[in-house]
């Protein structure tokens, strides 16, 4: 067996974060195909990722010397089609726009060259008191330069 | 310690279906709070039990006696607070619209008054082979009528 | 439809504490059946219920002033057969000892009569830091009384 | 960043399947750490691409011509430390027993050098109607060479 390698945390590419993941038993339920909700997984595993090629690693974030953290403030997210156990999938993760507290994210999940899910994901960045943050300018940068 | 008695499949109201779970270990994350994905868990529990008292068992619907299964296509959705570990949810589910072989939902998430979450989700039936099949005239009825 | 009603947190009875849930999509896997490691899920909301019967919020709770949480060191578990879609699934929970910082809870998967799964699980207290504390006596009292 | 590459489906190495996993928010609970039944889906990723790695996909094994599956029967599990968001962990697989229609597989989830988990699996095989099957020769071998 030929091995596939992949980079763990994925890679900055010119599309956008290039995340690769297998379908397990896990993800699919009794229809066959894998359960709707775990495509969020997917989802924000490519997100977590994304920020770790841009430095950040979100268990340790801080804005101004305060923890902070990434909250998910709204989704529009199309299923095209549906994945199916030991399908191996892209999830790419792209900045739409960057500014303020609030960023939103541009995200899709293809199986070889066939979009399944399309979403639109805004993010919004609090403190521990879970007052909005400003999202600090070099990594607004970065997420704008992808 | 008295007990909190609750339908186990919810039960039909003027506001929709109406469901109650408790948030548990699983649901939560790392950041302390339930994780969003989890949330969508919560709202196809709703959706599942809202067919259920209707008359639809979900494992062996048929339309025109052909085996057949609701699928998601389109979800929106706005996360407005945050639920947390032991938390009672009120899950509430009403038709929107429900023509051919779509119908959307919408669907909110409370703890007591607070507004959780709101979802409007876009609900197909295919058939085995995925073919799209229309919503059969008395579920038709009986949705439009929640 | 007639309505069966369930206390929410489950009950304590003489075979032990006993909680009712149902199977959902998200339990199920494509093989048709509940995934494996989903039982696991309905084993701890069944503790966490049973601990709240005897008025524990795991959530909130100490040890002698200090914060404390369980977790778990050991599983031994028997898959007897398996659970679906739409099943209605009863979880028995009973301690078998509870002595220091250590407690072996037997818990048992019923749908109807039939027995899904036997899992021998050993619970310990830690605090904050993560060493053992002492189950606070009138807890032991309580659990060994179920 | 320098990127680390792994192989996709893991490796067949002298110590057994060797597969490399991230942790992620989904598999945190609110206490902080990895929740207890999410070690089982890394475990059954394993045993997924031990089995992969060996020539077996399970979505469409066959077993002397007839649809055939692998099933949990037992575990025994020692959870002996935690993992936290962002960690890197070490899935280890090794073939115990394979005999007639049963095999016992041990399982070791490291991070770096410390064991977090040891399980012992017990795994059968049946076809669609439930019934056990023998483990085919030439996998039975495959098996035991790990």
């Not at 010119?14 to 195909?33: A, I, K, M, N, W």
């Not at 997210?77 to 399908?87: E, K, N, P, T, V």
């Amino acid at each position: 067996m030929t091995q596939t390698m992949i980079p763990l945390a994925g890679a900055l590419t010119p599309e956008g974060h290039r995340l690769t993941q297998r379908v397990y038993y896990e993800d699919t339920d009794f229809s066959g195909v894998v359960y709707h909700a775990r495509y969020l997984h997917f989802l924000e595993r490519g997100r977590t990722d994304f920020l770790r090629c841009l430095g950040v690693e979100q268990a340790d974030m801080t804005v101004e010397g305060e923890k902070a953290a990434f909250v998910v403030r709204h989704m529009d997210i199309d299923f095209l089609a549906s994945a199916r156990m030991d399908d191996i999938l892209t999830i790419l993760t792209r900045t739409e726009t960057a500014a303020g507290a609030r960023m939103v994210l541009r995200q899709t999940i293809l199986r070889e060259n066939v979009r399944l899910m399309e979403a639109s994901v805004t993010i919004a960045i609090i403190n521990a008191a879970g007052r909005p943050r400003r999202l600090p300018t070099d990594l607004q940068q970065k997420m704008l330069g992808m």
